[in-house]
């Protein structure tokens, strides 16, 4: 089917169980669709844009209030929002890192952290994880140490994931923080797994940066997100404009300098505001949400030969599981390769998980009903049944 | 009415004839509409995303295809999507400008364009308008001389509205390119005024970098847009990362450093999409859309007293016009003060101009059908004559 000439209809999450690990946590709620609907049109919320000109200033629909709403939900002192968390990074690495200096990246961090440094030519300096894929205190502290022998200087900002995209393992962001301001380092905190999915208080982990992303978690169009910073950061990372035309003398009023004026113009701001109680609602609930993920976890572990490779008992609901002694086996022989896992989830109504994939993959079981964990749990299961597997 | 408990129905377009300036050419097409109803979920055009895993590779939706024929459209070697306009300055800025560096801006430019080399620590300088609010290739030249004189070398950029925001007028953006690359100045066409309204060919126009804007003139939802640029620039705009992990030695394959490796997952790229084929096929009528603001300017420059201040004939649908000698005078004595006018085109179900605003302001009649322009026109006669203003 499709929905206009050169684009097909999507229809996943309308027909099937999505696992995928990026996807679940930036399915619009009910609010959101009707809200883009309505608010679609390209720049849409600036009807009542009035002095000082800002997005953060516009009262109707309700962004102001939305702004202070948000900081305050995530124990910081100002937000605005980004178009993606990338995007975040980039600002407070453009704040605060120049060319040649050192950053620390946990190194299990997202691309993307890399990348905002990069483009600042600074130097990216990693944390190591251990043998278990933590980022820890201890290592932070030697990390640190390094990096002064190294370049005579402290490095300018840190970069710590709470949860990382690639285990989904929770991360010791208290700790490391502690570590980092004694060293009087700036912490960037990436919540793009956490703001949305679980409380997160920035005051009580006790960073510098909160950097969330509205379509990967907090049911919002992309790209979408949010940077929040205590009233200390605040200056610096939202520093108002000082640029004046050398002929003309112009001026730009309190613009800022690192999201170049004003950022979602449009749906995304939006939808973010449309699902906003929602999500504050349901992060309320993620033991829930923890509980389904284990039934599916426990269904997989049951099958002989099946590794999960998040930490145990899991702590988040996007988990990597290593089957390559378990659905790999079965791939060897069957006519349809590494694709019969895929496709035999397919036929069941389950989607999401990379097709071909039966060595080392991820999935993520955020946004389910307890029912649909049971079916998916029962899926595994009897896809290794009746391809000759063992349950334990 | 309610589109949910924390967010007004936005009902503009579908009740009123719109006039805003910056709102017009962003209105989505039935078709982005559409599309952005199924595609409007977070990361929502990656359930096909494989190897290499960038946004412009992706097949289904047909985004890789999308990339070729935007870039060709243009008349340019490649083309990127970006979160707005401002980020594709951001972009190039952050490519060729370093701390220090001198860039040549048009006085008349948007105050995003000074941010953007503000964020590099640029400094700006600025081409002046001529008395009748042009930007020329003669003031460029002298101007380019100034730059050498006072930093000892030439501006490491160009920036060039072809139709500037203040006054809606163009400017000779061939004359400036041929100018700037005697100097071997890169140059920005900034089109968010263009690209989307009226056929724009940068191999033409002789310029290093195109800029639109998904959001202001492509019907596309916010923040939406393109850069483009020639083969020869593209390795430097689109440079891919060179970042390895120093510990982990992790690697991040092609993804581009300037664009944080994706821009648009969703909806925006979805409705921008969408809406291309009708965009392309409007830029060939933009005579029609000429002919009815010249409606509206004929109408508005038959009261006594009232001034158009942009160029004249008007090139451009988006008009700023001076009312002081008209309007305002009524404004000085009447109940309403400066709101009579707004007030008395809203009964008449026309909006988009500040509310308040009698002395200059703008309006831009894009996307009216010939019938809307004459009550438009119709309307602003009557609400002239009803005050007792003089129509010559």
């Given at each position: 089917m499709k929905c206009c000439d050169n684009i097909d209809a999507r229809m996943v999450d309308e027909t099937s169980i999505n696992l995928d690990p990026i996807q679940v946590g930036g399915r619009l709620t009910l609010e959101a669709m009707k809200a883009m609907i309505c608010w679609g049109?390209?720049?849409?919320?600036?009807?009542?844009?009035?002095?000082?000109?800002?997005?953060?200033?516009?009262?109707?629909?309700?962004?102001?209030?939305f702004h202070v709403d948000v900081a305050e939900w995530l124990g910081m002192a100002q937000a605005r929002t980004v178009p993606g968390a990338r995007r975040g990074f980039q600002q407070v690495a453009g704040t605060y890192v120049e060319k040649g200096d050192p950053v620390l990246i946990g190194a299990l961090a997202h691309y993307t952290s890399y990348l905002s440094v990069e483009l600042q030519k600074g130097i990216v300096r990693e944390i190591p994880k251990t043998a278990d894929n933590h980022i820890t205190a201890e290592?932070?502290?030697?990390r640190i140490e390094d990096v002064v022998r190294e370049f005579g200087t402290t490095p300018k900002l840190l970069y710590i994931d709470h949860v990382d995209y690639q285990f989904g393992n929770m991360?010791?962001?208290?700790?490391?923080?502690?570590?980092?301001?004694?060293?009087?380092?700036?912490?960037?905190?990436?919540g793009v797994y956490t703001v949305g999915i679980m409380p997160v208080n920035g005051r009580e982990l006790g960073v510098d940066f909160i950097v969330g992303s509205g379509h990967k978690s907090m049911a919002a169009p992309a790209p979408s997100g949010f940077l929040a910073t205590t009233e200390e950061r605040a200056?610096?990372?939202?520093?108002?404009?000082?640029m004046e035309g050398d002929l003309t003398g112009r001026k730009f009023g309190i613009k800022e300098v690192g999201i170049l004026g004003c950022s979602l113009m449009g749906a995304p701001i939006v939808g973010l505001l449309a699902s906003f109680p929602k999500v504050k609602a349901r992060v309320e609930h993620f033991d829930e949400e923890?509980?389904?993920?284990?039934?599916?976890?426990?269904?997989?572990?049951s099958i002989e030969g099946t590794k999960i490779l998040s930490e145990y008992p899991r702590k988040h609901t996007l988990t990597r599981v290593d089957t390559t002694g378990s659905f790999d086996l079965i791939a060897q022989t069957h006519k349809k390769r590494g694709f019969f896992?895929?496709?035999?989830?397919?036929?069941?109504?389950?989607?999401?998980i990379?097709?071909?994939?039966?060595?080392?993959?991820?999935?993520?079981?955020?946004?389910?009903?307890?029912?649909?964990?049971?079916?998916?749990?029962?899926?595994?299961?009897?896809?290794?049944?009746?391809n000759g597997l063992t349950i334990n």
């Open positions: 049109d390209g720049y849409s919320v600036c009807d009542n844009c009035r002095k000082p000109f800002r997005l953060d200033y516009i009262e109707n629909p309700p962004l102001k209030d290592d932070t502290a030697n991360h010791d962001v208290k700790g490391i923080a502690k570590v980092a301001h004694q060293y009087d380092i700036p912490v960037l905190y990436n200056d610096e990372v939202f520093r108002t404009t000082q923890l509980a389904n993920s284990k039934i599916v976890v426990e269904a997989l572990r896992l895929s496709s035999a989830l397919g036929k069941k109504g389950i989607t999401g990379i097709p071909g994939a039966t060595k080392v993959w991820k999935f993520n079981t955020y946004g389910m009903t307890r029912k649909q964990a049971e079916y998916v749990a029962d899926a595994y299961l009897e896809i290794a049944e009746t």
